[in-house]
């Protein structure tokens, strides 16, 4: 056994936890993907920076850092993930593609931003409606180069959260493996 680890009955809760937050409605919104232009000052007071109301307009539903917004596609339950050594297996849930994001930086149709990450958040009707125990879980996506006015497709992708992983080399210490 790598530690730290722990039983199935801590992850697989904390998964359908974000399923069943993501697929909840609150008032007409259900769960939504902001994109981000850059990681979070704070991870504990982040809604100001990635969160969103249930549009884009004129930037005044949206978080400092997001420049696209769109409510979540279906997502799958809790499924066995991968191993990362003998026995030591994961879990997961999938997300499916999220088509059709509209990209807003600033109105001119030509400005481009840099992609970085995508958070998870509530669905709220409107951005002042937020809070920041609203922010679910932030993920580093492959850097994206979009321009304002354009629109794009979030492909299928998965939260997986695996049991443990090796120690860092020269550290001694070992940490949960979270993609």
Same mark, same amino acid.
């Given at each position: 056994?790598i530690l730290?680890t722990?039983p199935a009955?801590?992850?697989? @809760?904390?998964l359908?936890?974000?399923?069943d $937050?993501?697929?909840?409605?609150?008032?007409?919104?259900y769960?939504? $993907?902001?994109?981000?232009?850059? @990681?979070?000052?704070?991870?504990? /007071?982040? +809604?100001?920076?990635?969160?969103?109301?249930?549009h884009?307009?004129e930037g005044?539903?949206?978080?400092?850092?997001?420049?696209?917004?769109?409510?979540?596609?279906s %997502?799958?339950? #809790?499924?066995?993930?991968?191993?990362?050594? @003998?026995?030591?297996?994961?879990?997961?849930?999938?997300?499916?593609?999220?088509p059709?994001?509209?990209i807003?930086?600033?109105?001119t149709? &030509?400005?481009?931003a $840099?992609?970085?990450?995508?958070a998870?958040? #509530?669905g709220?009707? &409107?951005?002042?409606?937020g809070?920041?125990?609203d #922010?679910?879980?932030?993920?580093? %996506?492959?850097?994206?180069? $979009? &321009?304002d006015?354009g629109?794009? &497709?979030?492909?299928n +992708?998965?939260?997986?959260?695996?049991? /443990?992983?090796e @120690?860092?080399?020269?550290t001694? /210490? /070992?940490?949960?493996?979270?993609p």
């Amino acid at each position: 056994m790598i530690l730290p680890t722990a039983p199935a009955n801590f992850y697989v @809760p904390s998964l359908s936890e974000i399923k069943d $937050v993501m697929e909840a409605q609150n008032g007409g919104t259900y769960g939504q $993907v902001s994109l981000i232009t850059a @990681p979070p000052a704070d991870i504990e /007071a982040a +809604w100001s920076e990635v969160g969103s109301g249930n549009h884009m307009t004129e930037g005044n539903e949206v978080g400092t850092l997001v420049v696209g917004v769109a409510a979540i596609a279906s %997502i799958s339950n #809790v499924l066995a993930g991968p191993e990362e050594t @003998p026995g030591e297996i994961g879990y997961k849930i999938q997300f499916d593609a999220v088509p059709e994001i509209h990209i807003k930086i600033d109105g001119t149709g &030509t400005t481009t931003a $840099v992609i970085i990450g995508a958070a998870l958040i #509530v669905g709220r009707d &409107t951005f002042e409606s937020g809070t920041n125990d609203d #922010v679910r879980y932030i993920t580093k %996506i492959q850097d994206l180069t $979009v &321009t304002d006015g354009g629109i794009i &497709t979030l492909p299928n +992708w998965e939260l997986i959260i695996n049991y /443990a992983q090796e @120690p860092i080399s020269g550290t001694g /210490a /070992a940490s949960v493996l979270i993609p």
